[in-house]
Structure formats: C-alpha cells, structure tokens
C-alpha cells in the first residue's frame, strides 16, 4: 500500500479522516439552555390548550343539554322520513312493467277521457282503420298556391313557379 507523506500508514481511504486535527464539540452550535427553555414552554402551552378545550367542551356540552337539542340531530327519530319528491324508484323493472302494461291496456281498450265533454278514447287498431277510411283532415288549395309537381325557379329566386322533370 502507498504510504502517505505525513507519516502513518492508512488502511483504508477514510482512515485519514478518522482523527482530524482541530476537530471537537462546538459550543456555539446549540444552547442547551435555549433548548430548554422551548421544551419547557411547549409542554407548558400544551397543557393550557388541553386545559382551556376540555373546558370548552365541557361548557359546550352543558349547554346542549340546557337546550334539549337531540344528540343526533339528522338520525331518524323513530318514525320513517321520506325525501321530497321526486324519489328514487325502489323497483325500476316493476315499475316500468306495471306502466307499460297499463299504457297497453289503454290503448286497446274503450274509455271515457272527458265524460262532460263526450271525448272517448278507442283501441289504437280502431282509430288507425277509421284514419284509413275518412283520410285525415286537410286544407282547401288556395288557387295561388302551387301544385304538386311545382318547383321554385331558379332565376325568380323563388317568386315563380315551373314544373320540373325528376
């Protein structure tokens, strides 16, 4: 192993730095005094706070029985809250069956929707059929009117009409 100038043989790199010349306690790194001094006072705010929150909590509690406030206010008291509505639905799939079935039975049945009025509502076969037979209510052709076949010219922008080949 090489020797180093200074004297003794190393065995390793960091045997040089073992026993440092000049190297002990620094007194000006910490005040053991000031150290103290925190440690005390923390401890010392630590048992006031506790102190002076257990009071309030016990000021607090003192109070809430003087009002006769329930302990849990948003639990239920015995009887069952229901939301407003709208709610959720408890059964979906029910319900949905139960609706259909009676919008099917409406529409294939007879029934009065304004007695007063005389306005019945038929089976929807029924109504379709009797829309075949009578056609459905149409506007009379005003003779300014176009025709069928009639298109927009071009060229007029719209004021003239020509019939077109498709």
């Not at 910490?30 to 257990?54: D, P, Y």
């Not at 607090?60 to 008291?77: H, K, N, S, V, W």
């Not at 069952?80 to 609706?99: K, W």
């Not at 076969?125 to 009578?134: H, I, P, Q, Y």
């Amino acid at each position: 192993m090489a020797q180093h100038e200074a004297g003794a043989p190393h065995r390793t790199a960091d045997d040089e730095y073992l026993d440092t010349p000049g190297a002990s306690y620094e007194h000006t790194d910490a005040n053991v005094w000031v150290v103290a001094k925190f440690g005390f006072w923390l401890v010392v705010m630590a048992i006031v706070l506790h102190l002076g929150m257990g009071l309030m909590y016990a000021l607090l509690i003192d109070q809430a029985t003087a009002t006769g406030e329930p302990r849990y206010p948003l639990a239920p008291a015995g009887e069952v809250r229901l939301p407003p509505e709208p709610r959720l639905q408890e059964l979906p799939e029910t319900e949905i069956r139960v609706f259909r079935a009676a919008q099917d039975r409406r529409l294939h049945s007879y029934g009065w929707v304004d007695r007063e009025a005389g306005t019945v509502h038929i089976p929807i076969d029924e109504a379709m059929r009797l829309t075949v037979e009578r056609g459905l209510p149409a506007r009379p052709v005003a003779p300014d009117q176009p025709q069928a076949g009639m298109l927009a010219s071009d060229a007029s922008s719209g004021r003239r009409m020509e019939r077109r080949r498709q």
